[in-house]
């Protein structure tokens, strides 16, 4: 050891002299992060989580900014689920299909995380499975009413999402899962069924299985 | 407030407000040297000390100060 470094641990409690030596171990200088969470926005029990991160230009009802955190990076549940439905109705307003069907269908998230100094969010995978017969021609992830995530559906129904197609508003995937982690967000899916045009939403809700961040690139 | 030491920096638990902090190892280190003992100048002095750097990250330890003050964090 050094004796500047000497010095330094000479200031921590010597309680934690030796997590620091290995925390600090081959680590480089980065910008301090100090992120904050709700209990609430963690866990799937609460509809009113918050945050403390900003987004510029959401207009979900949480702490806006001028510009993005600096990659402020993501502490929140790993798992996510929407439950998609449209009702029966002969309103002419209603865009779900007439008839004596219900579309509804159900799409998961799952988080893949970054391990580093600073965790982050660096791809979501998942599907949507509707109802049988139905087709889908679309769907997105939307904040405020606008669309942050139009998600490109591949095989199977499967879908996955990076950085760069993520809107601007949004600013990248750690901000767009404290959104989700918050429930600012809803998934939008657009198809046919049995000839007629659907259009159905739900909430984004962290999975109730879904017990903390999962690492998955070391 | 409990401060558990984790993998990537310290995780601080706020049970009164039920609020959950991420702070990241330069943070942890600066939380660290803040015992009200330590100036901001020597707490920036340390982490040049701790990182190897050329000068004192004086502004940024200051942000995080002021960030971990407004946090509730700091006194």
Known sequence: MSDDKKTVFENVHPDRREFFKKLLAGAAFATPVIATFSIDALTADSANAESSFCFPNSTANITSCNQCPADAGY????????????????????????????????????????????????????????????????????????????????????????????????CDLDELADLMASRDTTLTVKGMYLGSPYTVSGAIVPDPSSSGPTILVP | MEVIPADEGFIIYEQDKDRVHYLNPVTALIYEFSTGENSVERIAELVREAFGLAEPPSSEVGVALAKMKDEGLLR
């Open chain 1, 75 to 170: 502490v929140g549940p790993s798992l996510f689920e929407a439950h998609v439905s449209t009702s029966l109705s002969n309103d002419p307003q209603d865009s779900g299909p007439k008839g004596p069907h219900r579309v509804n269908g159900q799409a998961i998230f799952q988080l893949n995380l970054l391990k580093g100094s600073i965790p982050s969010v660096l791809s979501i995978i998942g599907t949507i499975n509707m109802v049988f017969d139905a087709t889908i021609t679309s769907a997105a992830i939307m904040v405020g009413g606008r669309v942050a995530v139009n998600l490109l559906i591949l095989g199977g129904n499967s879908f996955q999402i990076h950085n760069s197609n993520v809107a601007s508003f949004v």
